[in-house]
């Protein structure tokens, strides 16, 4: 079973941390998520035209290429976090073009050998899943989706089809970082994302506080911060690490306090 099936305990919501991967010491930021106490990490993987991402992250990709970083840098972060770390699930998100080039069963190769256990693509809809779904389910690679607002019952089981791992509720109609839908809505589209799907719910985008985390968590299976953390890594620098240890474990003491 995948690491996933473990990560998100019935008794309280789990919390997922995204950074970019090349952006400051990875490493180190890698290790301070888990230190902090995040159940489930996202790394992102650097892009040229991030179109679903903030100004946040789109500068913690433009710094990350500057930098030079290469998927093979990615898959070496990876492979050398899941040494470190052999329990904390480990997801790659961002954009198809580095996932396809080389060829999907490639792509699905090296994450098994990583040791990553599950891939958010942004750009590859449900419609389009022959370019990376079943390479990644034939190799035991939790393939996570996206559902937003605008995911009608219509489209919902398309979207449901061929996922695992967790369902990624985009909570707002927008890019990263910029906006916190509002809390009835969340708690509505979690409720009827539930009723269709026995795969964990996890609510992203927009969240920044402590405070929102244990809103979102009193509902929700999950709770995903990502631009948060990589503004704290765009103002430390390589000396990021502490302040996000520090912050995820606020965020995490809140979430593990919300059904309490």
Known sequence: MSRLSFAFPASRAALVTFITAGDGDTAANLDALVAGGADVIELGMPFTDPMADGPAIQKANIRSLGAGTTTADIFAIAT????????VPLVLMGYANPMTIRGP????AECVKAGVDGVICVDIPPEEDAELGPALRSAGVDLIRLATPTTDAARLPAVLNGSSGFLYYV??????????????????????LKAATDIPVAVGFGVRTP????????????VVVGSA?????????RDAAGPVRDYVASLKAAINSARS
Do not use: M, Y
Request: aromatic share 6%; proline share 2%.
């Open 80 to 87: 050398a976090f899941r040494a470190r770390h052999p329990n």
């Open 105 to 108: 069963e490639w792509f699905a």
């Open 171 to 192: 909570s707002v109609a927008g890019i990263t970082g910029l906006q916190q839908a509002a809390q009835a809505s969340i708690e509505d589209a979690v409720a009827r």
């Open 211 to 222: 405070e929102q985390a244990a809103a979102i968590a009193k509902v929700a299976d999950g």
């Open 229 to 237: 953390i990589v503004e704290i890594i765009a103002q430390h620098g």
